[in-house]
């Protein structure tokens, strides 16, 4: 099977653009999560979906929004970039995404914003 | 009550030694411990995990040993090797409910 894609690899932006990342989970995984690592704040739940629908999300602002496909694809837009938002954004996904369930991470998306 | 504590923040080895990097959590409805092992460039992916009723778990050189009343758990890595040089991750949970520890990055010096 293939493995988690993502899509652009790297990306520079400017403030005050707007970006949109996309992830394609592992066939047959419904739910895709979405993760900002920081070298100083780690790995940060920014949400996650199953079956077309935000089952969970974490806490940052509405400028972070998201969205999946009927084929379970996900795309991930920040609006109105800032400096802050600067990180590698990763997309992991899982079967169902149980309690129990491993996750399964593409290789990130890494943002520059300038 | 959600948190996972993760120490040391960086950890320097010899090749050869071993390696060990500690967790503790805080949520006692986890019921699915792994570990995320992270290369330079590219995403997490697991490289062990435990469940709560088991005292330890081991897989080639990676053992993980887990102390339920003092919610503790641990990741030995046994004769380190240059290419486990990686960042570490240590969760509580699994799916989209993992809480991540803040990670570990470990070099082993050749």
């Known amino acids: 099977k293939a493995g988690v894609t993502q899509t652009p690899r790297y990306l520079i932006k400017t403030r005050g653009q707007q970006v949109t990342l996309s992830c394609s989970p592992i066939?047959?995984?419904?739910?895709v999560s979405w993760y900002q690592q920081t070298p100083g704040q780690g790995l940060q739940f920014l949400f996650e979906y199953f079956s077309e629908t935000q089952r969970n999300k974490g806490n940052f602002p509405g400028r972070f929004s998201g969205r999946q496909f009927s084929n379970s694809r996900s795309e991930m837009n920040v609006s109105t970039l800032e400096l802050g938002d600067s990180a590698l954004y990763l997309c992991?996904?899982?079967?169902?995404?149980?309690?129990?369930?491993?996750?399964?991470f593409g290789s990130g998306t890494q943002l520059s914003v300038l | 009550q959600q948190q996972v504590k993760q120490s040391p923040q960086s950890l320097i080895v010899q090749k050869g030694g071993i390696s060990i990097i500690n967790c503790a959590y805080e949520n006692t409805a986890f019921d699915y411990f792994p570990w995320y092992q992270q290369f330079p460039g590219k995403g997490p992916a697991l490289l062990i995990a435990?469940?709560?009723?088991?005292s330890e778990k081991k897989e080639g050189r990676f053992t993980i040993s887990f102390n339920k009343s003092a919610k503790q758990f641990s990741l030995h890595i046994m004769d380190s090797q240059p290419g486990d040089s990686a960042t570490y991750f240590c969760?509580?949970?699994?799916?989209?409910?993992?809480?991540f520890g803040a990670g570990t990055r470990l070099f082993v010096k050749a």
């Open positions: 992991a996904s899982s079967a169902q995404g149980g309690a129990n369930e491993k996750l399964f």
């Open positions: 066939s047959g995984h419904r739910s």
């Open positions: 969760a509580g949970g699994g799916g989209f409910k993992t809480i």
């Open positions: 435990i469940r709560p009723d088991v």
